[in-house]
């Protein structure tokens, strides 16, 4: 995607070294709403090219690449949120207490990680304040991951080899039998 740019008076969004809070990072104008109406910038895009033209500059945007992870990380998130809000509920006692609180904050987090990264197509666009609110989610569901799925993932597989060891020693059995 190409855009042409008129070159505007003052500093340039070229020439900014620091983005200014709800600016856009290519022309520097203000940026109530996405895309920009100037250059058609938007979260997710990176600039590709630029081409001087005298009095307007095109501009060529790319697709950031896919953040995988904090995809996962959002999704698994929420996940969280959902086991921990059922399980709170199905014990009862003290554990309603933490499921009706932390269920409903982790299934928050991971939804917001969501849908600031745009489903984790986003992360280089987006300012600081914007990804501060992300992380909780991306901890969240990364150290739900690494802590309980990766391990029984790790276990199932273990148990599969196993199975398909013994399967092959049972065969390698009827064949010498016969």
Known sequence: MANTTPIQEG???FTQSRREQGHCPVCGDGLPAEPCGNCGWERGLIVAYQKDMGDTVEVGFAAEKRHKMMLWSGLLACA??????I???AH???AIAAGLLLGPL???AGVLTLKITKRGRAWWGIPGKEKARA?????IGGGFGLTILLPATLLALGAMALFFNALGDVKQTIRAGL
């Open 92 to 94: 009862g006692g003290a």
């Open 106 to 108: 982790a299934f928050a």
């Open 80 to 85: 969280l949120g959902l086991i921990l809000f």
């Open 135 to 139: 992380i909780p989610g991306l901890i």
């Open 87 to 89: 399980w709170g509920i």
């Open 11 to 13: 500093a340039h969004g």
